[in-house]
């Protein structure tokens, strides 16, 4: 079975910092890949994701994310950050062609401080 | 256009008792899953219907069960409570099934088993 790893539990930073978050998965297929975000008090929100095409993916607010085949990682950036960004940020992964189930990392709690 | 929402918003119950939980989807999408939110193990995938169907399920026991209906709201049924069922519950919705199917989130159901 796939499984999604998140290196980094809490991340913090300073505003107008530059954001990578790390998220590694494990399996050889094709894979479809999400980032979503939970704003505080907030329910999931899809950031963006990454089908097939270009690896380099853009979502809202700014972010993207790059699809490394050859290192099975999705990382997530920003080039700077702002405290409105202060959330938890959760990579997905669904095994392409499979029955549908999201598959989540545990999840990276980014604090910006002002 | 609403979002998934989900009733009730906070729930209490005993060990031992059973719960139901509901989730309506975004209008027109027909696909509904549901999720577990725990700080130890993250978010798990628990089932997905369509069609009124379970058509995935993850690896809970027995006593979490759901259903569909016709007008694709579905509800979410766990029996004989445990301490452990402690969690955010989350229901999602799309379309249809599917790897490429983007899902919505709605903000959950917080259920506290005393």
């Known amino acids: 079975a796939q499984s999604v790893s998140q290196h980094n539990h809490h991340v913090i930073l300073s505003e107008a910092a530059s954001l990578e978050l790390g998220c590694n998965y494990s399996y050889g297929g094709t894979v479809n890949l999400f980032w979503y975000v939970q704003y505080p008090g907030q329910h999931l929100q899809l950031l963006l994701k990454y089908f097939s095409g270009d690896p380099l993916v853009k979502g809202i607010k700014g972010f993207e994310a790059e699809f490394i085949k050859s290192k099975f990682s999705f990382n997530l950036r920003k080039p700077s950050v702002q405290w409105s960004d202060t959330a938890e940020y959760f990579c997905a992964v669904i095994v392409s062609g499979s029955a549908r189930q999201l598959t989540f990392g545990s999840g990276t709690q980014l604090t910006v401080l002002p | ?114």
């Not at chain 2, 906070?10 to 725990?38: A, E, F, N």
């Not at chain 2, 069922?85 to 005393?114: E, K, M």
């Open chain 2, 1 to 114: 256009k609403a979002g998934v929402t989900q009733t009730p918003r906070y729930l209490i119950k005993t060990r031992g008792q059973q719960v139901t939980l509901s989730c309506s989807p975004i209008s027109g999408h027909r696909s509904v899953s549901w999720y577990q939110q725990t700080p130890g193990q993250g978010l798990q995938f628990l089932f997905e219907y369509f069609s009124e169907t379970q058509r995935n399920k993850g690896n809970f026991p027995g006593r979490f069960s759901g259903r569909q209906f016709s007008n694709s709201r579905s509800e979410m049924n766990v029996s004989t409570l445990e301490l452990g069922d402690s969690a955010l519950y989350l229901c999602a919705s799309s379309l249809v099934p599917g790897p490429n199917q983007p899902q919505h989130f709605g903000d959950g159901t917080r259920l506290s088993i005393l």
